[in-house]
């Protein structure tokens, strides 16, 4: 039986294609440093455990509202008030299994076919898979390194089409680690209230900034951008629950309401149990947030002088999330190799270190480092970068 056409055409994920291999390797017994992970390596806080534990012992474990427990959205509300100024109501928040189903379902009551929506580059993998399978066209932006991989509105302007419904900020990125300054998104913004065009902003790596810049949503901008944008956010990255499958939308109450009824033919409701433990981490304290926050800012300083001293490769310094995205084109082609994802293979074979090529983003010329493992493993992992490019470039 043939399957469906828009599954035959998703192209698989990049990310969980190199981690398979890094762990059949490990499996074989071999000593693999994997730099895969899109996830931290911090267990979820004890209180947030506890109160899922509490949430069973009281048999709060049925269906809940298809849009999320009122009390965990309550929560939602007071976090955006507190951290953005940002004013929402109940039938404005929908809690979904994970960020990724958020956007998934966002996309999927937003789109008719072939309306398009614009994905700057390098982007999160799943966004123009998404996008297809709501049968839309991402309309792929290609950044530059030299404008630290940021959408211009230039670059806005001339992709925009009759059928342009959305654009997707992610701030800070992944897989750049790069973030917007409030001028930056103030003149994206004028440009997609021109167009009416809808603002998908991405901020689920907000808490996870090392500089003194602080987060800003482009939704704080002014009255007609906070219309004009549904923010997509989650725990997974900010309290280190990326298994317990919690994230949200804010946006238009229509929007939301759309995506609420669809989510309740599709997961029927969040876990409860997670929406728990999401409570209890958004009324906790932010103590394990700002120790992990200040472990990633220690991790990257020392990993990012590392990679800039092996030869042919260059990295624009991130500010957030925990990535490097280094561009390694030139020291590909000392060791011999015309694509990067050949190089990324062969280390991966002789120097057993797993990184992700930059095709599965839309930039082939780069490789996503996560830092997200200790500082002895990230240590090694460049030494055994440097000895393979200096082993083969002769």
């Known amino acids: 039986m043939e399957l469906a056409q828009r599954v035959q055409s998703l192209t698989p994920s990049s990310t969980l294609a190199i ?6 390797l490990k499996a074989e017994g071999h000593d693999v440093i994997g730099l895969g992970a899109g996830e931290p390596d911090f267990n979820t806080p004890n209180h947030i455990i506890e109160a899922a534990k509490r949430s069973m012992d009281e048999g709060l474990t049925k269906y809940t509202p298809s849009g999320g427990i009122p009390a ?7 976090k955006m008030q507190k951290d953005q100024n940002l004013t929402y109501n109940q039938d404005q928040v929908i809690v979904t299994t994970g960020a990724k189903h958020a956007l998934f379902t966002l996309f999927q009551v937003l789109l008719n076919k072939k309306d398009e929506v ?12 998404q996008i297809k399978l709501a049968e839309g066209n991402p309309i792929v932006v290609q950044t530059k390194e030299e404008q630290q991989f940021k959408l211009t509105p230039e670059q806005l302007e001339q992709s925009i089409t009759e059928r342009t419904k959305a654009v997707i900020i992610n701030s800070p990125s992944n897989p750049t680690g790069m973030m917007y300054s409030k001028e930056e998104l103030q003149a994206i913004g004028e440009i997609c209230l021109k167009h009416d065009i809808l603002i998908v902003s991405d901020e689920i790596y907000e808490k996870l900034i090392y500089t003194e810049e602080k987060h800003i949503s482009i939704a704080q901008l002014s009255d007609s951008l906070f219309n004009q944008t549904i923010i997509i956010n989650g725990v997974s990255k900010s309290h280190s629950m990326t298994g317990w499958r919690i994230g949200y ?22 876990t409860s149990i997670s929406q728990y433990g999401a409570l209890a981490a958004y009324n906790g ?21 590392w990679i800039v001293d092996i030869p042919g490769i260059h990295c624009e310094k991130p500010k957030g999330a925990f990535y490097l995205f280094p561009n390694v ?26 990184l992700v090529p930059g095709s599965g983003f839309g930039s082939p010329e780069n490789v996503r480092l996560s830092y997200a493992t200790s500082l002895d493993q990230l240590e090694e992992a ?8 200096e082993k083969h470039k002769g």
């Not at 965990?72 to 007071?78: E, G, N, T, V, W």
Request: with cysteine; hydrophobic share 40%; glycine share 2%.
């Open 72 to 78: 965990l959205k309550s929560a939602i509300i007071d």
């Open 285 to 305: 304290s932010d103590q394990d947030i700002e120790e992990m926050r200040s472990a990633f800012s220690d991790r990257l300083e020392k990993l990012y002088s």
């Open 329 to 354: 084109k030139q020291a590909a082609a000392l060791c011999g190799y015309d694509q990067v994802d050949d190089w990324v293979t062969a280390l991966l074979d002789e120097e057993k270190v797993a």
């Open 118 to 129: 614009i994905v700057p580059a390098p982007y999160w993998v799943s966004y123009p898979e």
């Open 19 to 24: 981690t398979a291999k890094a762990k059949a």
């Open 249 to 270: 939308a804010l946006g238009q109450a229509k929007i939301i309401k759309a995506m609420t009824n669809l989510a309740s033919h599709s997961t029927s409701n969040p």
């Open 382 to 389: 460049a030494n055994r970068i440097k000895h393979f490019i």
